[in-house]
């Protein structure tokens, strides 16, 4: 089996990778499973700012502290309703027009008519006054700053827009320029001389989405990718062996969870949904299928500063416990030890999608654990906008996804957008006034740092999404360049420090 797959991987190979290194143009070249959808950043800034083509008002560092970027600064009034960004001086967009204040509010103001976290900041205005941008709120918010680091932020030339707000052209910032863009796989770019900050050191860089893991992984193997996004657990354990590439690996702050539907008639009282939690090993998971050291024992990783709560009784693992839930809840097994509630059989389906690999391979574990307390779970393994689109509609029992909790660098960004109120890729069907006070306190930074501890343990005993694992990211970097590394916030592939080994 193996000897007739390996030439077809090969051949397809060659298709992806003709086009990136036959011409020997000296290109950085990154593979990663993420679709370049349109110019538009709220449907593909990520990988605009991930390519460092795009930049933000305020960047991240490191240690995950805000620092500047488009603007060297910020203050707020004492009321905190109205915040000042001091625009840098001396920046150009990559068509040679200069950025000033105007054409950064302007690219504000656009971000904020569109779906995102902008329209959620209670942002009242957004104006140029002189060399500074003012937002104004309704209502304070001591993460606004955190808020304009989101790629959906991004600030863009006045050229980029059309008449009707949406991006035709990504023209940034950053020390790279696109070239040339095809959606939905490619994007070549190259050093833009007029940068701001230190030049890259490499002059070319290409982006090529590839949704297959093994492609991917063979690709970094063979030479045809130089940086290699998102391995599956297999693919870090072959290549950890390899003499042509350096695996890294690291804890980053996104969990793996599942997003429940709590107004299903068989998921709507938390003592269901703590069911379905006691029948998942996610010890057992986590070493066999992600190959990771632990499972999660609550939904925000380590990593997540403030949220995360070791004094917070952890998820556990009883099946039998789990059992006797159900049949207090009214549930009995049928003829097929699945189980029945007035006529209906406890059967859901699990929407997933393959653009992470390891989630389809979870998705099945999970099938097996649901069977032993007799929930019957169908798999339904697609694009990943059918998650939000089934949110939409109401169609969605459980969503096996992957959440960042860096996506704003202050996890409250991400907190409201899924929990207060409920959101697309967080909770549904689940409402909790005191959650949304406190979310909320915490958001203006009215609440004590204990707040954090009590929102973390409302989303532990009502479950609303089922933590599963705590994300490890994995990368393959050939060994033909230095200074890869993981940017444990996901904003950056770090291109700009790569440099070729010799």
Not at 193 to 212: E, M, N
Not at 428 to 451: D, H, Q, Y
Not at 460 to 466: C, D, G, R, S, T
Not at 488 to 495: I, M, S
Request: charged letters at 20%; hydrophobic letters at 45%; aromatic letters at 6%.
């Amino acid at each position: 089996m193996r000897r007739s797959l390996a030439p077809k991987l090969a051949l397809l190979l060659i298709g992806f990778a003709s086009p990136l290194h036959a011409a020997g143009d000296g290109s950085l070249d990154v593979a990663a499973p993420f679709e370049i959808v349109s110019a538009d950043p709220t449907t593909s800034g990520s990988i605009f700012t991930r390519m460092s083509i795009a930049e933000t008002l305020v960047e991240v560092g490191p240690d995950g502290a805000l620092i500047p970027g488009l603007a060297t600064g910020w203050e707020v009034s004492e009321d905190g309703l109205l915040w000042r960004f001091a625009i840098r001086e001396g920046v150009r967009f990559h068509d040679g027009t200069p950025l000033d204040a105007e054409a950064a509010a302007n690219a504000l103001r656009i971000a904020l008519a569109k779906p995102g976290l902008l329209d959620r900041a209670g942002v009242a205005g957004i104006e140029a006054e002189g060399d500074a941008v003012t937002v104004r709120l309704a209502s304070p918010l001591s993460a606004l700053p955190a808020f304009l680091a989101e790629y959906r932020a991004q600030i863009l030339a006045p050229a980029s827009y059309g008449p009707d707000g949406t991006a035709t052209a990504v023209i940034g910032t950053g020390p790279y320029r696109v070239t040339s863009m095809e959606p939905p796989l490619k994007l070549n770019a190259e050093a833009f001389p007029g940068y701001w900050g230190a030049p890259p050191a490499i002059p070319k860089a290409s982006y090529l989405s590839v949704s297959r893991a093994e492609t991917r992984a063979l690709m970094a193997e063979s030479g045809d990718a130089d940086f290699v996004y998102n391995l599956d657990p297999a693919s870090v354990s072959r290549l950890s062996g390899s003499d042509e590439v350096t695996v890294l690996t690291a804890p980053i702050p996104r969990s793996l969870l599942l997003k429940v539907n709590a107004a299903h008639p068989a998921m709507n009282a938390p003592e269901a949904r703590r069911a379905l939690s006691l029948a998942i090993d996610r010890a057992g998971l986590a070493q066999a299928v992600l190959r990771y050291p632990e499972g999660a024992t609550q939904l925000f990783p380590p990593a997540v500063d403030g949220w995360h709560d070791d004094a917070l009784p952890p998820l556990a693992y009883d099946p039998e416990e789990a059992k006797a839930i159900l049949a207090g809840l009214g549930w009995t097994a049928g003829a097929d030890g699945m189980l029945e509630r007035d006529g209906q059989r406890f059967a859901l389906t699990l929407t997933t999608y393959p653009d992470r690999p390891e989630l389809p391979l979870v998705a099945a574990v999970l099938e097996q654990q649901f069977r032993q307390v007799g929930v019957a779970l169908s798999i339904d393994s697609t694009n990943s906008s059918e998650i939000p689109a089934r949110h939409a509609s109401g169609a969605l029992d459980l969503g096996l996804l992957a959440r960042n909790f860096a996506l704003v660098p202050d996890p409250i960004g991400t907190v409201m957008q899924d929990y207060a109120p409920t959101g697309d890729w967080g909770a549904m069907g689940w409402e909790n006034a005191e959650f949304v006070a406190l979310a909320g306190a915490i958001a203006r930074g009215e609440a004590a740092p204990a707040a954090r501890a009590e929102a973390a343990a409302i989303l532990q005993a009502e479950l609303p999404v089922i933590p599963i694992a705590w994300y490890r990211q994995s990368l393959a970097v050939s060994k033909a360049v230095k200074g890869g590394v993981i940017d444990p916030w996901e904003r950056t592939f770090g291109l700009p420090s790569i440099a070729w080994a010799e």
